[in-house]
């Protein structure tokens, strides 16, 4: 190893350890750092490109992508024990078949709706933006060649004969399949004999405890991962990257804004039959919180209070509809993000993708969507359950993950009023919405309890 790689070398860790130290001796937030990580890869990567000899380059790339793409394999590592602990845990806050018939069935079906909704927004708007089209990947990660079978295979393989065997070759919708018919059996069984599943419940509940800590611990080396991957990939592309982050941006905040206001809208207006401006108005106190929070988990107890107090959603509606879907309803992390990355990933790596594939994309982000909202950073960790399944390079996530922190503001607010949607129409289809109530706020302030108008 000659001087000068041992001198960049010596850059990056000093760069890898001023990162820790910023934990360690600052208050600043997991976001900043992220963000800082960012710049440090990037001008270390610059540096490299304009600095160095294609052999030199070559050699600092595969330390890079030590860092880089070890971080991405930890991500990868997360998968099995997360889907199927994650999708149960959520099935069995229904506490019984009464639930899960009259406000699950309603709830879950509408989760399902929405997801594809956005799945398919996510796809159409990449494809015509043409987000990744752009990439430079030459040397960033070798291209596989996936066989996909026709639509009948496709299906047929998604019965789990064996979910061990297809959760040892990461085949994730049998797992997810099976999970989901676990999760409804333990739920039947809970409604008729809750002590026959209390043990159940209570280990489901420790994994998946386990499962968070051990995701958290992978999470929080996100800023090494994201110098790592940015190191790598502008050492190899200079600034010609810098266009297609700026594009997938700007798609995911028009997708978002899509499903915000056309669908959800669409579904107040014509299934609710309420004016989505005047939701919007009530709902803007839980939409701003999680904007700003970036959390779907800790804006739940205001997202509760709004449903109630300003959306005017009977009690057990709201307190069944938030926390399930704080857990269950991801449109913007489990439809929009990883649809528009898996077109990213395609267009980066010259993939053409099969009818077969495009219809994955939906099934696949849809289903792994559940329970990603109890994982920080869920978002990630699902979009590479998606990357997995349809057959595309997984380390297309390590492209785009440096602007994570910009495009999960967007994504949780999305999440929240995707909640807060769904409590007014289940409400409303079970005669629990109070309209005329609704109808009679005159909201003066949004972050103000809304005041009933008098009548004249």
Known sequence: MDTTVLLWLAGFVLLLVGLGLLKRFTSLSFSVRVFIAMLAGMALGLGVFAGVSEETGGE????????????????RMLIIPLVPTSIIAGFLKLENTRELKQLGTRTLGLFLITATIASLIGIILASILGIGAGAVTEGLAPREETSIGSIFQQFRSFIPSNPVEAAAETRLIPLVVFSVLLG???VIEQGRKPERVAAFREVIS???????RLTKLVISLTPFGVLGLMAYWMSNTGLSALPDLGLFVLGIVIACA??????????????ARINPWRFYRAASPAMLLAFTSRSSAGTLTLTINTMINRLKVSSRVSNFVGPIGAVMNMDACGGIYPAMVSIFAANAFGIDLSLIQYVLIVVVSILASIGSAAVPMGATAFTVITLSAVG???EAIGLVAGVDFLVDMFRTATNVTGDLTTSVIVGNSLGEFDREAFNSQVFTDSSEEPQTAESP
């Open 60 to 75: 600092l790339r595969r330390w890079f992508s030590l860092v880089g793409y070890g971080y991405v394999d930890l991500l």
């Open 184 to 186: 409804v059996a333990a």
């Open 206 to 212: 420790s994994v998946l405890h386990v499962v968070i």
């Open 258 to 271: 899509l499903q915000i206001g056309l669908v959800y809208g669409g579904l107040l207006g014509g299934v």
């Open 392 to 394: 595309l390079p997984v």
